[in-house]
């Protein structure tokens, strides 16, 4: 078994964190954790629900929490997926920076798109224009991602099974 540390993985909605999350999980032989799910088994609600009830503020303070909880309990490396909005909160940029492994799995705002057209899950994309939210969060979290990785992989011409090869080699 490859010993390396902790993974974590961020990038926009539709970069493929939880798909590549789970290559990387079963060809390292270790757990994978997905934030949003571990926010909404917490929360005995799903992320729609908490944007409703809560706002994205709320949303935001359980997503830190989780964060915090998952760096902190962590006996073993895990892979982690992260949120797409994960950088958005300067704590939570502060913790990824001082994790050894943080990879920024990259894709254009055309393949987010359609790799997220058939999702009803995502709360910010029922607001307005799609496309036009994917292109206003890529300008501003493109550099936040940048800024907390220690590798990027770009996925937009690879297979799933590609993009958690090229992580591995930068293990
Ligand atoms: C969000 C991305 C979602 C989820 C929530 C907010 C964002 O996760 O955390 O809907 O702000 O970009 P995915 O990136 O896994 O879709």
């Given at each position: 078994?490859?010993?390396?540390?902790t993974i974590?993985?961020?990038g926009?909605?539709?970069?493929?964190?939880?798909?590549i999350?789970?290559?990387?999980?079963?060809?390292?032989?270790?757990e994978?954790?997905?934030?949003?799910?571990?926010i909404?088994?917490?929360?005995?609600?799903d992320?729609?629900w908490?944007?409703?009830?809560?706002?994205?503020?709320?949303?935001?303070?359980r997503?830190?929490?989780?964060?915090?909880?998952?760096?902190?309990e962590?006996?073993q490396?895990?892979?982690?997926?992260?949120?797409?909005g994960?950088?958005?909160?300067?704590?939570?940029?502060?913790?990824?920076?001082?994790?050894?492994?943080?990879?920024?799995?990259?894709?254009?705002?055309?393949q987010?798109?359609?790799?997220?057209?058939?999702s009803?899950?995502?709360?910010?994309?029922?607001?307005?224009?799609?496309?036009?939210?994917?292109?206003?969060l890529?300008?501003i979290?493109?550099p936040l991602?940048?800024?907390?990785a220690?590798?990027?992989v770009?996925?937009?011409?690879?297979?799933?099974?590609?993009?958690a090869?090229?992580v591995?080699?930068?293990?």
């Amino acid at each position: 078994m490859i010993n390396a540390p902790t993974i974590i993985l961020v990038g926009p909605m539709g970069a493929g964190k939880t798909t590549i999350g789970r290559l990387l999980s079963q060809q390292l032989d270790r757990e994978f954790f997905d934030s949003d799910r571990v926010i909404e088994e917490k929360a005995g609600a799903d992320i729609p629900w908490i944007f409703e009830k809560e706002g994205e503020e709320g949303f935001r303070r359980r997503e830190t929490q989780t964060l915090q909880s998952m760096l902190d309990e962590d006996q073993q490396p895990i892979v982690l997926a992260t949120g797409g909005g994960i950088v958005m909160k300067e704590e939570n940029r502060h913790m990824l920076k001082h994790q050894p492994l943080v990879v920024y799995l990259f894709a254009s705002v055309a393949q987010q798109l359609q790799r997220t057209s058939k999702s009803n899950n995502r709360p910010l994309l029922k607001q307005g224009n799609p496309k036009e939210t994917l292109n206003r969060l890529f300008s501003i979290r493109d550099p936040l991602y940048r800024d907390v990785a220690s590798v990027i992989v770009e996925t937009d011409s690879r297979h799933p099974k590609t993009v958690a090869n090229k992580v591995m080699d930068a293990i």
